[in-house]
């Protein structure tokens, strides 16, 4: 069975909601797709935005390197005071998640709803 | 009296003369030679039209065959004329009592000629029939003869494989067909698995058939690759292949040790793959056998994880109609193969299908041919591997390559559907199974693509094993710190070393064993029931 595509995308057209955009995710997340991601992740920092959202609800794969490549985003977050925001997690992924304890360090959302009144309220 | 009775095949070049006349012709010691009357000549159409006798002696036309007929001694002719057509001819000489022919007996031989003309076309056409009787009969026997010659080209029986089950039907259209299929097992223990079909039906598909499948044989002695298969069947056969004739055919290598099977297709119906998960098409790209010279196969493969079953076909069945001129269609086979558990019964339900979708009356328009290749549930007979009473689920190799853990993962995942496994914990094992390979695959084998790992799963009542085998021997692998995330997101930490980290939280326990030359992982999951299971 064919690997999905990885694909990191900033939703268009950006939608600045309360100084947050969303970047869409899909296909799996291991180590190749290192620049791919980095990339969005550098055009949704370009944007000036307090909060990065990024959207799992096109992920179905995501192994070590993958968590280590969003260990390495959250980071960056915290490093330039954004906060993480994320949505869209399978079970499974939130179980891992829950895990490595990343859940502590970001805030997650089951869907995009919830994210986006989050942004709401952080005005 | 003599009587003369000339071939009609001598007299209008058309029909042959029965073999009786023809021997009285030659036996009987009155019979005067023959004249023959060709049918531009003028005595021609006066018998075709003149009714009853025609006297020579006071004919008065202008025409070499009365001539000749006068030179031969001959003095009346009787015309045998049936529904317009000139049958055969009476030549009578001078009486043997030197008298002249009475009144009484021109009327006699006029009476006779319309019964005799009859009797003659009767049994020309009872020779005729007898003659394409006789010619029919030939060409039944020999197409039976074909058709016996043909099916000692096709395996006499299925392979026999512990763990497997093959099976195979073939049904040709006519006596002889164009439908193919083939088991070669090769040097190296794998299993060449091959159906064709070649354009058009009858004796000329069949003699191609045989061709082609010579071809492949030999071609599988000097190459195990099913692409570099068909690519060299294809260039021995285009330059002698008929015009307006080809070849489709899938060519399929299978290792019964692992279930790995690979393919290459020159333009035949996509074979479908039975798993717990649906029925897929496996599907590879090439031209038709025979079409083209330099081609090129595409080379696919898959693997068939214990129950799953292959099958491979020819267009007889999907392409079949019912009375109403629906075709039996893809989707209505993958429907049926998808409800049924496969194995050799698989043939028998398919055939039983196509029969009940067709009619009884059907005119089968195309060969049918299918075969089936199914993988069982094998128990252990290995009793290091585990408990006693283990069942392997699955054991296979897969080639070292970056992202290569990834349909390990799934097959493995497949393989556990076998047993009674929750869905939540089996994303934890394929988590845990994919890190495991991943490490196999990086540190043991160091992506070295002649190093393959190897997996088996097995379970017993109590508990699901994975076991994940590098060649990294048993050299020490360096060991990632315990993953500190603040200290990651501090940069005093590297971000990475997730792994052995993920696989001790998704299994319930983990053992680690080593040789000189292997290195091993075993996972370990408790199932349903077990107190401690996560």
């Known amino acids: 069975m064919p690997n999905k595509p990885f694909s990191a995308s900033l939703r268009e057209p950006v939608m600045h909601l309360n100084k947050g955009v969303i970047i869409d995710l899909h296909g799996e997340i291991n180590g190749t797709v290192e620049v791919a991601l980095n990339a969005a992740y550098d055009r949704a920092e370009a944007e000036d935005v307090h909060s990065i959202v990024l959207n799992f609800g096109g992920v179905d794969y995501i192994n070590s390197t993958g968590i280590a490549l969003i260990v390495g985003l959250l980071a960056r977050a915290r490093k330039s005071s954004r906060l993480l925001i994320v949505f869209g997690l399978s079970d499974h992924y939130m179980d891992i998640f829950n895990i490595t304890r990343l859940v502590d360090f970001m805030n997650v959302y089951p869907d995009e709803q919830s994210a986006v009144a989050q942004l709401s309220q952080l005005q | ?534």
């Not at chain 2, 028998?348 to 069982?376: C, I, K, M, P, S």
């Not at chain 2, 006693?388 to 390990?408: M, W, Y």
């Not at chain 2, 790992?453 to 060649?471: E, G, N, W």
């Open chain 2, 1 to 534: 009296m003599s009587v003369l009775t000339v071939p009609l095949r001598k007299l209008i070049r058309r029909n042959p003369a029965p073999a009786s006349v023809r021997a009285v012709e030659t036996r009987s010691a009155s019979v005067l030679s023959a004249v023959e009357i060709l049918p531009n000549d003028p005595l021609y159409s006066l018998c075709l039209s003149a009714s009853g006798v025609i006297d020579l002696e006071t004919l008065r036309l202008e025409s070499d065959a009365v001539r000749q007929l006068r030179t031969a001694g001959i003095r009346l002719l009787i015309p045998l004329v049936n529904q317009g057509e000139l049958v055969g001819m009476i030549q009578l000489g001078a009486r043997m009592s030197d008298q002249e022919y009475t009144s009484d007996d021109l009327r006699l031989l006029g009476n006779l000629a319309p019964q005799a003309a009859a009797a003659l076309r009767v049994a020309h056409l009872a020779y005729q029939q007898q003659v394409e009787a006789r010619r029919r009969e030939r060409l039944d026997q020999e197409l039976r003869v074909a058709g016996i010659i043909q099916q000692t080209l096709l395996p006499k029986a299925v392979p026999s494989i512990d763990g497997w089950q093959f099976a195979a039907y073939w049904q040709p259209a006519r006596t002889v067909g164009g439908d193919f299929y083939d088991f070669v097992p090769l040097q190296d223990g794998r299993l060449m698995i091959v159906i064709g079909d070649v354009t058009d039906k009858g004796v000329p598909a069949a003699l191609v058939m045989a061709s082609t499948r010579t071809i492949l044989r030999a071609a599988a002695e000097r190459l195990i690759s099913p692409g570099e298969i068909l690519r060299r069947a294809n260039d021995v056969l285009h330059p002698d292949m008929p015009p307006k004739m080809f070849v489709t055919c899938l060519c399929a290598v299978l290792d019964p040790h692992t279930g790995r099977m690979q393919y290459a297709n020159a333009g035949h119906n996509a074979s479908l793959q039975r798993t717990c998960d649906g029925v897929i098409e496996l599907r590879a790209r090439g031209m038709p056998l025979g079409l083209m010279p330099g081609m090129t196969y595409e080379e696919k493969e898959t693997i068939l994880a214990p129950e799953d079953t292959v099958f491979m076909y020819s267009d007889g069945l999907v392409e079949a109609h019912d009375s109403e001129r629906d075709m039996f269609g893809m989707k209505r086979l993958e429907t049926l193969i998808g409800e049924h558990r496969g194995g050799d019964a698989l043939i028998a339900y398919l055939r039983d299908a196509l029969f009940n979708f067709t009619g009884a009356e059907w005119e089968q328009e195309d060969d049918v041919t299918f075969v089936v290749v199914q993988r069982h549930m094998q128990p252990s007979a290995d009793p290091e591997s585990g408990d006693g009473d283990s069942t392997v689920l699955d054991e296979f190799e897969s080639p070292s390559e970056p992202g290569g853990e990834r349909a390990v993962m799934e097959r493995v995942a497949r393989a556990v559907s076998a047993v009674d496994f929750p869905p939540a914990r089996i994303e934890r094992l394929k988590t845990a199974v994919a890190e495991t390979v991943m490490n196999a695959m990086e540190h043991g084998n160091h992506y070295r693509a002649d190093l393959p790992i190897k997996v088996r799963v097995q379970a017993d009542a109590r508990r699901l094993s994975v076991f994940v085998t590098d060649q990294g021997g048993d050299v020490p692998i360096s060991q990632a710190p315990t993953p500190d995330l603040e200290a990651k997101l501090a940069g005093t930490q590297s971000a990475r070393g997730w792994g052995l980290f993920l696989i001790k939280a998704m299994v319930d326990d983990l053992h680690v064993s080593a040789t000189p030359t292997d290195h091993t992982v075993q996972l370990v999951f408790h199932l349903a029931g077990a107190h401690d299971a996560k």
